[in-house]
């Protein structure tokens, strides 16, 4: 069975340059239908409370190049329904967030998972996670257009669900790698947690409960890739981070 290849990014905030896309976009179509590009948030560089009137620019270069989803992250996110409907209206991919919950009649630009098949059946399926903003307790709440659920209350609930229905399970995370940790010591099931938000450089990712949890640092400086290989012996992971500075193309 050919190796599963996951390519990932996180907390771009806005920093892609068309070097980086074109080799991106090379990478992906390398892929040929046996892996997967995917983002972990905050690939928008805006404030949280901020909107640019003509939507972001990267989310329309990421849907060029290819990706497959990404999960929201903070930067992505706005307590209004118009301000979280433009600031994502660029991509042409998948956005998740399990835990971002709308109020009733209100639209959600995000969906809780997604599941995927590669090219010789293999079912992979994402769910996504993304560091609450505005809670139910806050003052903030009753202005808000979505409540944010506790993300590892989510996952426990959602995980056991989903892996019934896939060959693999994966966590694309807005959470950090402190959280990250304790969604591999609490919610079983999870084959690989794909992290960002808290900025940490992870070379050859962690093992934490049988969970691989990766992560690329920021700003584009480097992009991981999972290699998974599946057999009737199991699972076997492997994860590199690699200089994000391809020559010019």
């Not at 404030?47 to 329309?60: A, D, F, K, Q, S």
């Not at 967030?97 to 109020?103: C, E, G, M």
């Not at 690329?216 to 590199?240: C, L, N, P, Q």
Request: glycine share 10%; aromatic share 8%; hydrophobic share 40%.
């Amino acid at each position: 069975m050919p190796q599963l290849k996951i390519l990932h990014t996180n907390d771009l905030h806005n920093r892609l340059t068309t070097e980086q896309a074109c080799f991106l976009a090379a990478r992906r179509r390398a892929l040929e239908g046996f892996g997967f590009l995917v983002d972990c948030g905050d690939a928008v560089s805006v404030g949280n409370i901020g909107v640019r009137p003509g939507g972001e620019p990267i989310l329309e270069r990421m849907s060029d190049i290819g990706y497959d989803l990404m999960t929201a992250g903070n930067r992505e996110f706005h307590f209004t329904q118009y301000g979280f409907l433009s600031k994502l209206n660029k991509a042409k991919f998948p956005v998740l967030s399990a835990n971002i919950q709308p109020r009733e009649g209100v639209k959600s630009p995000v969906v809780p998972s997604i599941t995927f098949k590669t090219r010789d059946g293999v079912r992979v399926t994402y769910f996504g996670l993304t560091v609450p903003m505005i809670t139910e307790r806050m003052a903030a709440s009753k202005i808000s257009s979505y409540i944010f659920r506790d993300p590892i209350s989510t996952a426990s609930e959602l995980a056991p669900l989903l892996r019934m229905d896939c060959d693999l399970l994966v966590c694309v995370s807005h959470i950090g790698l402190r959280k990250d940790m304790e969604l591999a010591k609490r919610v079983q099931g999870i084959d690989i947690i794909l992290g960002g938000h808290s900025h940490d450089t992870l070379p050859e990712g962690i093992i934490v409960e049988g969970s691989l949890i990766a992560q690329t640092g920021f700003w584009g400086h480097y992009y991981g890739v999972i290699t998974v290989d599946i057999s009737e012996m199991g699972k076997k992971y492997g994860a590199r981070l690699y200089p994000f500075n391809p020559p010019s193309m």
